[in-house]
């Protein structure tokens, strides 16, 4: 049975870029639906007891398994979404991932650039994504509704939620607002450093 994922710093924390009121709605119920909902969808299939990563890999891409990815996915991207941001984050990184983005992108506000622009203009529901490819070159990409990059090969870094749910409450139709400020203020750069090994 897959469990919701405790969150790593107290509801108000990200305040006020992301409100305890956001937190609640977007972990307590969004989140929450996925992981009852996946539960469900796997008891009793060849599914059941997998990692949610295998999970996930295993059904990408195949129509009649489009309930289960969505869940799956979802929760993956909501687990990784979490551990993305820190109170007191954001900024410009240092270290080997701040040299990973100045080789792959040429500078830091480029880099920032890119991420804003790329994850802003995701239509409707999605991702923006700081991702490396199998050559350790860093790249920015978008995906739509649940799709996650390792599907498309490539190793998820950080990640900003661009669904509706993530932001409305607090910046309204205002998406630049509420990712810039996340950029700025929350991005957990300790994280990605993790993540890029």
């Known amino acids: 049975m897959f469990t919701l994922m405790a969150l790593p710093y107290a509801p108000d924390a990200l305040s006020p870029v992301i409100s ?14 996925y992981v009852d909902n996946l539960n469900n969808l ?5 599914l ?10 295993a059904v990408a891409g195949k129509a009649d398994k489009a ?14 979404y ?6 007191g984050g954001g900024g410009a990184p240092t270290g080997k991932v701040a040299d ?12 920032k650039k890119q991420l804003s622009a790329t ?11 700081l991702a490396a490819d199998g050559a350790g070159k860093l790249k920015v990409v978008k995906t739509g509704n649940a799709e996650v990059p390792m599907t498309q090969g490539l190793k998820p870094l950080l990640t900003i939620d661009v669904w509706e749910h993530a932001y409305y409450l607090d910046h309204q139709n205002r998406r630049a607002d509420y990712v810039n400020a996340v950029i700025d203020k929350l991005l957990n750069w300790e994280f990605a450093a993790a993540n890029l090994g």
């Open 42 to 46: 796997v008891k009793g299939t060849d």
């Open 119 to 129: 994850t802003v203009s995701q239509f409707g529901s999605g991702w923006g994504w």
């Open 82 to 87: 979490w551990k993305s941001l820190k109170p």
């Open 67 to 80: 309930p289960v990815f969505n869940n799956a996915a979802q929760i993956w991207n909501h687990d990784f």
């Open 100 to 111: 990973a983005i100045n080789e792959s992108f040429g500078s830091f506000d480029e880099f």
């Open 48 to 57: 059941e007891g997998q990692s949610l990563e295998a999970i996930v890999m």
């Open 20 to 33: 305890a009121n956001t937190i609640g709605f977007h972990h307590g119920k969004h989140h929450k639906t």
